[in-house]
């Protein structure tokens, strides 16, 4: 396996076509949280006319519902949730110009579709490790949606998060590649 | 004949002395609930931690090894931070062996346990999760817990905690199947069920399969398998050598940890078998993401 590739936020599509399925990342930047109730009410804003809550354009989302926060520490564990459900309203983003998407799971075709078309990539992290990921985050704010808890928009400052690569700009698939290179029939 | 109704005549309830009833009150069950969420939360339990070392010896892959290793890290960063192991900290599954010789005093026990769960949540700093089905209002306070109480013989008050997340909740499954199906069809089901889910519960996970009872029933006896211990030997033969075999079938896909290819799909399987109707062939399958945690205690 070859070293980590450096990005940082925001992203081009010229950044992220570099990148391939099963590629390691370092993310490093500003990002955004949001999981399912947050996307129904961005995509709902969006569709009214409304500002989303961030610049989409360039941005990469960050899947997730952190704990909370302890005295003394910006954010509690931070890992991925389960990316289909955000399926529904991932390709309205896209279209808008969103970079890149971090979770875990599959894809549906749709989505897999709109980041070939829109150059942009989904970065896997490591689900269940979230005591882990929260020391990659530096700063954590609350920027929309605080009555959501957990599910609140936040804005985070990331440093060396640790990703993966699944779906890149090229169509391939890390998911299905992988299990291809390690299953016997 | 007519049928009496009215009070059971008083010969007929006995009249043995009550003295051997142990008391215990309601408020104990509180605290401990309150103890063992956290614990459960943050505490990788000792087996998972086995199996994770295990899973590293054997896996091919080197990304699966990489991801095996922070597994292992994160367990670590989560005893030293006191932060949870995943911020995911599930809905709160709690049972109950409750001995017939215990007299719990001093107010209602599933309440008792909520508010366990309400403390522990809150002094712990873990995720409330817990929402309304349609409007997704957040309950605030991750109650109410899912309950099962079963009365055993003895004095004794044995309760699990364990907190189950959504993501490898969702890619579990019940299904009726036809007893013309049988075995084979019991082993593909399961083994569906593991392919489909892919990467979404966080693999390597644990698979508890029950075959068997009725359509609740079974789904009951799955979740329940989960209180076992990873190394736990199944005494029953045929679970034991059904286990064996799905384990390796599954292993077999390819998926690895956290989906991203190798030998490590699946840390164990668990099979419950039970007779069931003529008719039927119930098979329910319970998925456990790799974060397996379970903490006990005896009251």
Avoid at chain 1, 2 to 18: F, N
Avoid at chain 1, 90 to 110: Q, S, V, Y
Avoid at chain 2, 213 to 233: E, I, M
Avoid at chain 2, 261 to 268: E, F, H, M, Q, V
Wanted: glycine letters at 10%; hydrophobic letters at 40%; proline letters at 7%.
């Amino acid at each position: 396996m070859s070293a980590p590739i450096r990005l940082s936020t925001p992203l081009t599509s010229e950044a992220v076509s570099q990148l391939h399925a099963g590629d390691e990342v370092l993310l490093s930047g500003t990002i955004y949280t949001a999981r399912d109730a947050a996307h129904k009410r961005i995509v709902e804003a969006l569709e009214k006319g409304q500002e989303p809550p961030f610049p989409i354009e360039g941005a990469a989302i960050f899947y997730v519902g952190p704990s909370p926060a302890p005295p003394g520490r910006v954010i509690g564990a931070a890992g991925p949730t389960t990316s289909y459900r955000m399926d529904t309203y991932a390709p309205t983003l896209l279209a808008l110009g969103l970079k890149a998407m971090i979770g875990k799971g599959k894809r549906g075709p749709e989505v897999k579709a709109a980041m070939v078309e829109n150059q942009a990539v989904y970065l896997a992290a490591i689900g269940g490790a979230g005591a882990l990921m929260a020391g990659a985050i530096d700063e954590a704010e609350v920027i929309a949606f605080p009555e959501l808890g957990p599910e609140a928009v936040r804005r985070l400052v990331v440093k060396d998060m640790p990703l993966f690569v699944v779906n890149d700009v090229h169509g391939e698939d890390l998911y299905i590649k992988g299990a291809e290179a390690y299953g016997r029939a | 004949m007519l049928i009496q109704t009215g009070p059971i005549p008083v010969s007929y309830c006995g009249s043995k002395d009550l003295s051997n009833l142990r008391e215990v009150p309601v408020s104990a069950v509180t605290d401990t609930v309150v103890r063992l969420c956290g614990e459960a939360n943050i505490e990788l339990p000792a087996d998972v931690h086995q199996a994770f070392y295990q899973a590293v010896e054997s896996e091919e892959s080197g990304v699966g090894r990489g991801v095996l290793a922070r597994l292992l890290e994160n367990a670590d960063i989560a005893q030293q931070t006191r932060l949870p192991i995943c911020q995911d900290c599930g809905l709160a599954v709690v049972f109950v062996d409750l001995g017939q010789d215990v007299h719990l005093v001093g107010g209602d026990l599933e309440e008792a346990i909520n508010e366990g769960v309400r403390q522990g949540y809150e002094k712990a700093f873990l995720r409330k999760s817990v929402c309304h089905p349609f409007t997704r209002a957040n309950t605030g306070d991750n109650t109410p817990a899912v309950v099962y109480v079963r009365l055993v013989p003895g004095d004794k008050v044995h309760i699990w905690v364990v907190p189950k997340g959504g993501g490898s909740e969702n890619m579990s499954q019940v299904k009726l199947l036809t007893p013309a199906l049988g075995r084979d069809g019991v082993k593909k089901t399961v083994v569906e069920t593991v392919q489909a889910a892919g990467a979404n519960p966080c693999p390597p996970v644990i698979v508890s399969v029950a075959v068997g009872g009725t359509f609740d029933q079974a789904a009951v006896n799955a979740k329940r398998a989960l209180l076992n211990h990873l190394d736990w030997q199944n005494p029953d033969p045929e679970a034991a050598e059904l286990e064996a075999e799905l384990l390796q079938e599954i292993n077999d896909l390819g998926i690895g940890p956290a989906g991203l290819g190798g030998r490590n799909t699946a840390l164990r399987v668990f099979a419950d078998l039970k007779p069931c109707h003529i008719a039927s062939l119930p098979v329910a399958v319970n998925i456990q993401c790799h974060a397996a945690r379970h903490k006990e205690a005896v009251l």
